[in-house]
């Protein structure tokens, strides 16, 4: 039954759905660079700038998670008449976000956190903002734009609060109002300890140290401990249902009827938290408005913030990933991703680097896949949001390994890396190097392993960047063969 349930969710609910999304939008702004010196003028290091990237942040992202699951998505909130509420307004368009709801403040910036990364470790974050209630303009706007939708129809409201000025007590009495009337479900995420303003929602979801501030004392991440605190929570506020964000212990829901459930999070490599909040919102208030059952949610849920953790930086989730996701579950087995050709590649890369994505690529023969391999590909995917894979085919690897490799075939070989969670995509090359396949695809960084200088790489002039990561010592398809073949000079196998 699950089954069934899930896969027309996936497939058929949630393009159909509507949710309006209103709360503080910001802009997230991740500055790369190399850090190998210390300035002369003061004693900081100095970042050698290799890249930018630009996204959604705030409520825009919970509003980017949702468009990327392909739902019709609405979002409202304040921006400033500057540079950085241009770029919001920008990428609002670029994510197929209808920004009808965004009031224009001509005395207040945009939200903007910048942060400086050197050699990938966040070395400081500079927040451009002004933080101040909304003028009563502004709320008059919100909610005649809220109002409007309303009429026409929602599935669903996400209420994204952060603290800056956006979701104050008037504005959220009204819109609680509005979805009362029309029967629309609401979901918070919430800010503070103070969560009167949040009676009347449907859901909230707080994480464990933002159900500790709102009980005021300190609670461990276990069932009983969350579970005694949300229902304390709930027996002094109108709120129906406490959405428990538990981090490596999943979610766990507890109802104001007393009805509970719990899911343990799904097993991935956590490389970075950020937004894995906002994928938890998001999903769960599609499952909801498809009329998903509780448990059926938290699967949904748990599965979409298990993708996004494994990512670096502030990443949306996509439909095709949870499809993805899900077929290997009911299945029992790993999903195997295509093999693509150049021109599909070349046009998917474009697809990602349009939502701003930074894609990674790098090559090899991969004959008998092994853990070194696997280490440097995890290494390799966190440098971006997208790893891609350039595959030496059979002729290939025969020109430069000798007549006996490879030991497996392309197609193995391809169907084997496709199946590791670091990896988005596989592309085959008949060449020696892939230079000619990096100038058509175009990628933004490049990864190679070894002893390589940046100037001796082939296809550095086709990349924004050129990344040398040194090999696990002791793992090699040559000491695999060396081994297997002494095991059987000594009839041992």
Known sequence: MIKNTINKFLHDSLPNLRIAVIGDLMVDRYVFGDVSRISPEAPVPV??????????????????????????????????????????????????????????????????????????????????????????????????????????????IVISDYGKGVCTDSILEKIFNLANCYKIPTIVDPKGSQWEKYNGSTYITPNVKELSERVGYSITNDDDKVVTAAKEVLA?????????????????????????????????????????????????????????????????????AGIVVSKVGTYPIHRQELIDLWMSLQEGKYVEKSVYSWEEMKSIVQQWQDRGDIVVFTNGCFDILHRGHITYLQEAAQ?????????????????????????????????????????????????????????????????KGGDYKVDD??????????????????????????????LVKEYKL
């Open 236 to 304: 002094t506020n109108n709120i129906q249902y406490i959405i428990a964000t538990r981090s490596e212990k999943g979610i766990s829901i507890i109802a104001r009827d007393g009805r509970i459930w719990h899911n343990p999070a799904t097993q991935q490599d956590v490389f970075d938290v950020s937004g894995a909040g906002d994928t938890v919102v998001a999903t769960m208030i599609c499952s909801i408005a498809a009329n998903l059952s509780m448990r059926t949610a938290l699967h949904v849920a748990n599965g979409a």
């Open 47 to 156: 970042n050698r700038v290799k890249q930018m990237k630009e996204v959604l942040g705030g409520a825009a992202n919970v509003a980017a998670n949702l468009a990327n699951l392909d739902v019709h998505v609405y979002v409202g909130g304040v921006a400033g008449q500057d540079t950085h509420g241009n770029l919001l307004q920008d990428l609002l368009d670029s994510n197929g976000i209808d920004k009808s709801g965004v009031v224009i403040s001509r005395d207040r910036s945009t939200i903007t956190k910048m942060r400086i990364l050197g050699d990938r470790q966040q070395m400081m974050r500079l927040d451009f903002e002004t933080v101040r209630d909304v003028e009563q303009q502004e709320e008059e706007e919100l909610i005649s734009w809220l109002d409007s939708l309303c009429q026409k129809g929602l599935d669903g």
């Open 383 to 447: 440098l971006g949001d997208r790893l891609i894979i350039g595959l030496n085919s059979n002729d290939s690897v025969r020109r430069l390994k000798g007549e006996t490799r490879p030991l497996v075939d392309e197609e193995d070989r391809a169907c084997l890396l496709s199946a590791l969670g670091c990896v988005d995509g596989v592309v085959l090359f008949n060449e020696d190097t892939p230079s000619q396949l990096l100038e058509i695809i175009r990628p933004n960084i490049l990864v």
């Open 457 to 486: 790489v082939v296809g550095r002039e086709f990349v924004d960047y050129v990344q040398i990561l040194s090999f696990k010592d002791g793992y090699s398809t040559t000491n695999v063969v060396k081994k297997i073949a002494n």
